[in-house]
């Protein structure tokens, strides 16, 4: 009987705990559309997914917040297992004090980024592209006029993303390759014409499947 327990006891799996902060309405809606879809609910169960929208609205305050999060998280005795921030460059301030603080934190915080913004990598399941773009306004007019989308800024697009999401995480790893040697050779990710590294997180969250 024992030996019986001892086994039963070993094959539980505990799912990690994870906490992502996100300042817009679109990447909550995506992100939390991910990890509450029925058949992996109870999977994801332990993940935490805030929108958390600081007073001076930064990615600084966003690095900030998850940095106060870990220590609360670890004083409660119940540390996070990984600590994502999404943010864009949006006309955004001190991005690379945001990125900084984030790398040197311990645990270190990982970010996701987009420029100019989340709806680059909602383009990126349309279409292969690097085409600079001023502004979020132009990314949603130029995805509305070509595909005929009645898009909108803090959308719930998950539905219809869910159908591509292989093209769309296939097509933000070819934009982060492409740009590649600009970055090898020391180039910040903000410094890019654009740029989306939101795969990273999506294949990380069904790894833990």
């Known amino acids: 009987m024992k030996r019986g327990f001892r086994k039963s006891r070993l094959s539980l799996k505990f799912s990690k705990r994870g906490l992502i902060l996100c300042e817009g309405e679109t990447e909550e809606n995506y992100f939390k559309g991910l990890i ?27 690095v900030n917040e998850s940095k106060l999060k870990i220590k609360e998280a670890k004083r409660e005795k119940n540390p996070y297992d990984f600590v994502w921030v999404i943010f864009d460059r949006d006309g955004h301030a001190k991005i690379p004090e945001a ?24 383009l990126l399941h ?13 990314v949603i007019s130029y995805i509305n006029e ?11 697009l998950f539905d219809l993303l869910l159908t591509q999401k292989e093209t769309g995480t296939s097509n933000s790893n070819w934009v982060v390759n492409q740009f590649a040697d ?16 939101v795969h990273e997180l999506v294949e990380y969250l069904y790894s833990l499947l």
């Open 146 to 156: 070509k595909y005929k989308i009645d898009y909108k800024k803090a959308s719930n």
């Open 99 to 122: 990125f900084e603080i984030a790398r040197t934190s311990k645990p270190e915080i990982k970010i996701i980024y987009t420029k100019p913004c989340f709806e680059y990598y909602v």
């Open 126 to 138: 349309f279409e292969k592209t690097t085409k600079p773009f001023y502004k979020c306004d132009d």
């Open 36 to 62: 509450t879809q029925e058949r992996y609910r109870r999977k994801f169960s332990s993940i935490d997914v805030k929108i958390f929208k600081p007073k001076d609205h930064s990615p600084l305050g966003l």
């Open 182 to 197: 600009e970055i090898e050779g020391g180039k910040k990710i903000y410094e890019l014409s654009a740029f989306s590294n």
